[in-house]
């Protein structure tokens, strides 16, 4: 089993900046990419960012490119999502994913096994 836990979460103003982590704990070994999905009041879960957790590569949700870069350290077992110029448009519930069979970079919540529980953004006009 991998838990996950979010935290970062916060009210910022628009064009401003914020960095989401994500903690793995558990079986972490076992993880072989994670992802960043966001959620706003009324709309379906939408990708946002993913990326290899052993090889690097990743990949971006276009509303996100270019604002949000994730990354992680592997000896703390957490994931980050540094997000820039930020939006009131990204304002969401923010969730982290670990997908524990395969390394494909998935932007669609199904093949992900583990969830957190989300962090809160809201992003002021």
């Known amino acids: 089993q991998v838990q996950l836990v979010e935290s970062g979460g916060g009210l910022v103003q628009a064009g401003g900046s914020l960095r989401l982590s994500c903690a793995a704990s558990?079986?972490?070994?076992?993880?072989?990419?994670m992802g960043w999905f966001r959620q706003a009041p009324g709309k379906e879960r939408e990708f946002v960012a993913a990326?290899?957790?052993?090889?690097?590569?990743?990949t971006y949700a276009d509303s996100v490119k270019g604002r949000f870069t994730i990354s992680r350290d592997n000896a703390k077992n957490t994931m980050y999502l540094q997000m820039n110029s930020l939006k009131p448009e990204d304002t969401a519930v923010y969730y982290c994913?670990?997908?524990?069979?395969?390394?494909?970079?998935?932007?669609?919540?199904?093949?992900?096994?583990?969830w957190g529980q989300g962090t809160q953004v809201t992003v002021s006009s």
């Open positions: 990326m290899d957790w052993n090889g690097g590569n990743t």
């Open positions: 558990g079986r972490t070994f076992i993880i072989s990419a």
């Open positions: 994913a670990a997908d524990v069979h395969s390394r494909v970079l998935h932007t669609t919540a199904a093949p992900y096994d583990y």
